[in-house]
């Protein structure tokens, strides 16, 4: 049973094009993190939500934690073909280990 | 600053070799994670260490893996014997002491390729 559930699974857009995804659990969390993974290289850090209904923005990325700290979301506005990876999230788990979705893998066409 | 630094980045072997990746995580991150990644399971706790001392080994597949770390720059995983079934995209991660919410800075990874 996978305790982060990320959707969609693959998502394919047009230069220029909005998109949200996905992260959502039936848990309660006191942090959640969202990573980007670059073909060829390791996740990322984008960002750590940690207070329910949090908001933070990163340029044209939105991130939201949900008012239950039980699901996030990430909105990419106008995105670009440097954005195309695999977004991943993960919530804090016990013993400093991390929770891990299987992610978003997002193309984003010229 | 230098990252997280794994070696080889690419192994290609044949089954029942043995193999050895290797990891040196930021310098003074006291938690080290290995990881498994594959298209079906996505990212695996194989195993981590804190303060150099293995904490959960319960990602570990089976006998056949194994890890240490001899100190706080250097620890190793090692497959023996190697089966096609293991490849995958290993990944080490380290972790800051000071962090509050366990964020973890990743190394590019071992792609390895058992045939």
Redesign the interface.
Known sequence: TQLLEQSPQFLSIQEGENLTVYCNSSSVF??L?WYRQEP??????LV?V?TGGEVKKLKRLTFQFGDARKDSSLHITAAQPGDTGLY?CAA??N????I????TSLAVNP | DAGVIQSPRHEVTEMGQEVTLRCKPISGHNSLFWYRQTMMRGLELLIYFNNNVPIDDSGMPEDRFSAKMPNASFSTLKIQPSEPRDSAVYFCASLSRESSYNEQFFGPGTRLTVL
Request: no cysteine.
């Open positions: 006191s942090s993190q060829g290289e390791g996740p990322v850090l750590t940690v991943l804090a788990g013993n400093r280990k991390l891990w979705g299987l992610g």
